[in-house]
């Protein structure tokens, strides 16, 4: 043994350095908080967005529009897929039920039929709500549209 491998025990020597502990310690008086202003003051802290007093993105950018919170809205489904549904399965009326069973909604949606496609069979559709369109398809083939 000499001077050259000389160390210290473990766990005698602490890495961490404490911060504002006197001008001994060679890191007290502004403790790496700089001088001055608010960041080197205690309880400081800075507000999600802020920009460093410019105006922030979130007050620059321009809102406009409207959404209506007492809006309704409906799950739409095309009088092709009930056609394909009723061929499908064999059926002559057709309500929310069956379309939940047929896995095409859940049971916490609300239906509305739109009139895209084609019926060839006669139905009995029952729904939340139609399109002009889908009562004129459903009746023109004979069937009933009747609202919930």
Same mark, same amino acid.
């Given at each position: 043994?000499?001077?050259?491998?000389?160390?210290?025990?473990?766990?005698?020597?602490?890495?961490?350095?404490?911060?504002?502990?006197?001008?001994?310690?060679?890191?007290?008086?502004?403790?790496?908080?700089?001088?001055?202003?608010?960041?080197?003051?205690?309880?400081?802290?800075?507000?999600?967005?802020?920009?460093?007093?410019?105006?922030?993105?979130?007050?620059?950018?321009?809102?406009?529009?409207?959404?209506?919170?007492?809006?309704?809205?409906?799950?739409?489904?095309?009088?092709?897929?009930?056609?394909? %549904?009723?061929?499908? /399965?064999?059926?002559?009326?057709? +309500?929310?039920?069956?379309? &939940?069973? @047929?896995?095409?909604? #859940? *049971?916490?949606? %609300?239906?509305?039929? /739109?009139?895209?496609?084609?019926? +060839?069979?006669?139905?009995? &559709?029952? @729904?939340?709500?139609? #399109? *002009?369109?889908?009562?004129?398809?459903?009746?023109?083939?004979?069937?009933?549209?009747?609202?919930?």
């Amino acid at each position: 043994m000499n001077l050259s491998n000389l160390k210290p025990a473990a766990g005698s020597v602490k890495t961490r350095k404490r911060i504002g502990r006197g001008p001994g310690s060679g890191l007290g008086g502004t403790s790496t908080r700089g001088h001055k202003g608010a960041k080197s003051r205690s309880g400081y802290s800075r507000k999600r967005g802020f920009e460093g007093g410019q105006m922030p993105l979130q007050r620059r950018v321009p809102k406009f529009g409207f959404k209506n919170f007492n809006r309704v809205e409906y799950k739409a489904i095309n009088v092709s897929t009930l056609q394909e %549904l009723a061929d499908k /399965l064999n059926l002559d009326t057709i +309500t929310f039920d069956t379309l &939940v069973e @047929a896995g095409l909604l #859940s *049971a916490n949606h %609300l239906v509305k039929v /739109l009139g895209n496609g084609e019926l +060839t069979k006669k139905l009995d &559709v029952t @729904a939340h709500a139609f #399109s *002009a369109s889908a009562i004129k398809a459903i009746e023109a083939v004979g069937g009933t549209a009747t609202k919930l």
